[in-house]
């Protein structure tokens, strides 16, 4: 039992790559969410997913997409990596309290 | 203006006192209120989960919500080094989406 598999655990980009990132959870949650953490921003929201087929914008969107797979899969898109990208990312999944995955450090150079 | 404000600290404290931490907050319509530990390099883990105001303790952890003065408060009784993380408030008008604090860092000295 996982819980919240988040892959890769660290990435180097260049501006302008485009890459993936990949969520998936074994808890049967109904609502995932992508957030990045930032040294001084706490954690804030960039995409949700309240069920399977449906998304929805957070606080900070933009420069990112995101695709609800399936009721487990749930995965962050950057099109067009910028240096303002470098973060570490949790994937989510729950409420009344989340299960959150182990992060993704992203650096773009 | 942040919608959910805690002091980063760090919080230095002795082996065997209580930890005490708190947030503020300005949007009335939050109602659940969490708190969180995270470990360096790891993802944060839910210590706490209150609904609205109201005191809830759980072992060494009591967690006290006033929703009419928007301040939450998280007490670590018994600190061990173990308990050297940094602690994340959460909160929500209906459990899901939640706004975080920036947490603060706490270091158990031995």
């Known amino acids: 039992n996982a819980g919240v598999t988040q892959t890769p655990k660290f990435q180097v980009l260049k501006t302008g790559q485009s890459m993936t990132l990949q969520c998936a959870q074994d808890?049967?949650?109904?609502?995932m969410y992508w957030y990045r953490q930032d040294p001084g921003m706490g954690l804030r929201l960039i995409y949700y997913s309240a069920s399977e087929g449906t998304t929805d914008k957070g606080e900070v969107p933009n420069g990112y997409n995101v695709s609800r797979l399936n009721k487990r899969e749930f995965s962050l898109r950057l099109e067009s990596a910028a240096p303002s990208q470098t973060s570490v990312y949790f994937c989510?999944?729950?409420?009344?309290?989340?299960?959150f995955g182990s992060g993704t450090r992203l650096t773009v150079v | 203006q942040k919608e959910v404000e805690q002091d980063p600290g760090p919080l230095s404290v002795p082996e065997g006192a209580i930890v005490s931490l708190n947030c503020t907050y300005s949007?009335?319509?939050?109602?659940?209120f969490m708190w969180y530990r995270q470990y360096s390099r790891k993802g944060p883990e839910l210590l706490m989960y209150t609904y609205s105001s109201g005191n809830k303790e759980d072992g060494r952890f009591t967690a006290q919500v006033d929703k009419s003065s928007k301040y939450i408060s998280l007490f670590i009784r018994d600190s061990q080094p173990s308990v050297s993380a940094t602690y994340l408030c959460a909160m929500s008008p209906a459990g899901n989406k939640l706004t975080f604090g920036g947490g603060t860092r706490v270091l158990v000295k031995p």
């Open positions: 989510a999944g729950g409420n009344y309290g989340y299960t």
């Open positions: 808890m049967n949650h109904n609502s």
């Open positions: 949007n009335s319509a939050f109602q659940y």
